[in-house]
């Protein structure tokens, strides 16, 4: 594997929209002029159940098909998959795991088992509510991803997804200008 | 940052089925018929938006099953028109005693097809056991490694069939490629247009000038001559599919062949695959030459016609060689490419190759790097002596008793 190419796995419950992030998250990276892979894991689909996704993100074109099972980056839409999920599965020492919750990156490291330095946390559920207006925490959690990666132009993803949801919701304008001002401060919120 | 190789290309990012729909839409065949089935249902669902938003002229039929799709198509390609389907796993079986009729009748239908392991015990996942299936039955078989391959295969397909008169299905497979996101490089409407060119038959049924019939009964006099010439179609369709790719590269810069050779030529093991797992294992490759492993792949894309001799010229240097089958043919041999690759090595002379058979993947089951890195470990072994190649069906990540 391409020492350079980037791995991630979202957690969310059926419905939250892990796969439309990782979907979303995919085409912004391209637009800043990267190789992606976006795909789902496809069990059985219930509302509610946990489910993952995926992201790879790269310089050089990607080849590999396999499943992601060590990624460098794992994202958590609903807080309390940390109960009932292995989220850190494959994560090791240099993982980072980006979390929705109001809880601080110590308190959720404890809970984890694993170092305060791997744990970033955004309430992103709250910002969704004030910015949507909805607890949709996946547009925000794009934002925190975005920041903690570090490599990727915020700019450039702002401007990518206000194309795509000016394409996607041209009669509710007050959607677009939301999303972009809840991933702009997840970007800006999300912590150590 | 990723370029276009095509001047007036556009990088976008889709799915295996976005991208297979998007290739018919810009075919714009005059007929489509199809019923959905899971992981294939998106690319007659878009394509079926396309027909209701008025964005193509072709006629969509909905039909009420598989045979009555595959039904319906031939009708529509017998009649003289451009006509196209879409389906997978139970699908294709249902379709199967039509499958015959239109590559009997020498009709250039163009399937979309999505490898999905077949029941019983149920399944939505990717295998290629249904494809694999057909393999007998007078279809030509393209396969795609990924979404880009998939778009070009489909494009390269509606010409193939036409020249070789013969039916043609472009698959992916289910669920790793039809469902991942990836960069595609599109074409132009226009210039797909132009490079598939218009279809113009030689002979169709609504022809009132020139009536003929189809479709009749061939008893002990011609069927056998008629079934002689099917046969002699797809030993002939090699070269049509080869002079389709090199207008293809001509035109759109990418390079497309009967199969893909991955580090082979100075290899002294490789592993034959089709589909989604080449590009798995094209990691595997490159991580043993950093180790200085001469290891090396080929990786089937078309797959009727078999590329006997071909293949059989590129593999004869090789010491051993793993093939991997995702689909099992129980029946007591060996699974299909395996088969079709020992019987090509032998016919040509070609004995010094060691080569062993691995079933994989099955239901969708997962293939690592470390399970690819295994097979050219045991590949090592056998080239120095260490381990005896085995002689039957070995199994990859399956629990076994």
Redesign the interface.
């Known amino acids: 594997?391409s020492a350079k190419m980037i791995e991630v796995r979202w957690h969310g419950r059926g419905g939250q929209g892990a796969k439309t992030a990782?979907?979303l998250f995919?085409?912004t990276v391209?637009a800043t002029?990267?190789?992606?892979?976006?795909?789902?894991e496809?069990g059985p689909e219930r509302m509610g159940a946990p489910v993952q996704s995926f992201n790879r993100i790269s310089e050089d074109p990607?080849?590999?098909?396999?499943?992601i099972?060590n990624p460098d980056y794992a994202v958590i839409l609903d807080p309390s998959l940390i109960e009932s999920v292995p989220v850190t599965d494959g994560i090791g020492k240099n993982g980072k795991v980006i979390v929705n919750t109001s809880f601080s990156s110590s308190q959720i490291a404890h809970k984890l088992s694993i170092d305060a330095s791997q744990v970033f946390v955004v309430n992103a559920s709250r910002i969704a509510v004030e910015t949507i207006g909805k607890d949709i925490p996946n547009t925000p959690m794009l934002g925190a991803l975005v920041k903690v990666i570090g490599t990727l132009n915020i700019n450039g993803v702002l401007e990518d997804t206000k194309v795509k949801l000016t394409a996607k919701f041209r009669h509710k304008p007050e959607v677009i200008e939301g999303n972009l001002a809840s991933i702009k401060r997840a970007f800006d919120e999300v912590k150590n | 940052m990723i370029k276009t190789v095509y001047s007036k290309g556009k990088l976008v990012a889709k799915t295996g089925n976005e991208v297979m729909a998007e290739a018919m839409r810009q075919i714009e065949p005059d007929v489509v018929a199809a019923y959905p089935i899971t992981p294939a249902t998106e690319i007659v669902q878009i394509f079926s938006q396309f027909v209701a938003d008025g964005i193509v002229k072709s006629e969509y039929v909905a039909v009420e099953s598989e045979h009555s799709a595959m039904s319906a198509t031939i009708g529509a390609s017998a009649a003289g028109a451009r006509a196209m389907t879409g389906t997978s796993s139970q699908g294709l079986s249902l379709m199967w005693e039509m499958l015959y009729i239109a590559s009997g009748l020498r009709l250039p239908i163009v399937m979309a097809e999505v490898n999905r392991a077949i029941s019983a015990p149920i399944n939505i996942h990717g295998d290629q056991s249904d494809t694999m299936g057909a393999r007998d039955a007078g279809w030509i078989q393209i396969y795609s490694e990924n979404s880009q391959e998939a778009y070009d295969n489909m494009i390269q397909a509606t010409r193939i069939a036409e020249k070789a008169k013969l039916p043609t299905l472009v698959t992916t497979d289910g669920f790793i490629i039809s469902h991942c996101m990836e960069v595609v490089e599109t074409y132009p409407d226009a210039d797909v247009k132009a490079f598939i060119g218009k279809y113009e038959p030689e002979r169709y049924l609504l022809d009132i000038k020139r009536p003929y019939t189809l479709g009749s009964i061939d008893l002990q006099d011609y069927y056998f001559e008629h079934r002689y010439q099917l046969a002699q179609a797809m030993r002939d369709a090699k070269d049509i599919v080869l002079d389709v790719a090199e207008n293809f590269e001509k035109t759109f810069g990418r390079k497309y062949g009967l199969y893909e050779k991955y580090m082979l030529d100075d290899a002294e093991i490789a592993i034959v695959v089709i589909g989604s797992t080449a590009g798995t294992a094209k990691v595997v490759v490159n991580e043993l030459r950093e180790k200085g492993v001469k290891a090396g792949l080929l990786k089937i894309r078309v797959y009727r016609p078999f590329p006997v001799e071909e293949i059989a010229k590129d593999l004869m240097h090789v010491k051993a060689v793993a093939v991997m089958d995702r689909a099992d043919s129980y029946s007591g041999a060996f699974a299909p490419v395996y088969s079709d690759i020992v019987a090509s090595l032998y016919a040509s002379g070609v004995t010094s190759p060691k080569v062993v058979n691995y079933v994989y993947g099955l239901g969708g089951r997962e293939i690592s790097t470390g399970h690819i890195t295994s097979i050219y470990e045991t590949l090592c072994k056998i080239t120095s002596g260490a381990e005896k190649p085995s002689n039957k069906v070995e199994y990859i990540n399956v629990r076994i008793k």
Do not use: D, V
């Not at chain 1, 002029?33 to 789902?40: E, L, N, T």
């Not at chain 1, 990607?62 to 499943?67: A, F, K, L, Q």
């Open positions: 594997m990782a979907l995919a085409e391209l002029g990267k190789y992606i892979q976006a795909f789902p496809y990607i080849t590999i098909h396999s499943g099972t």
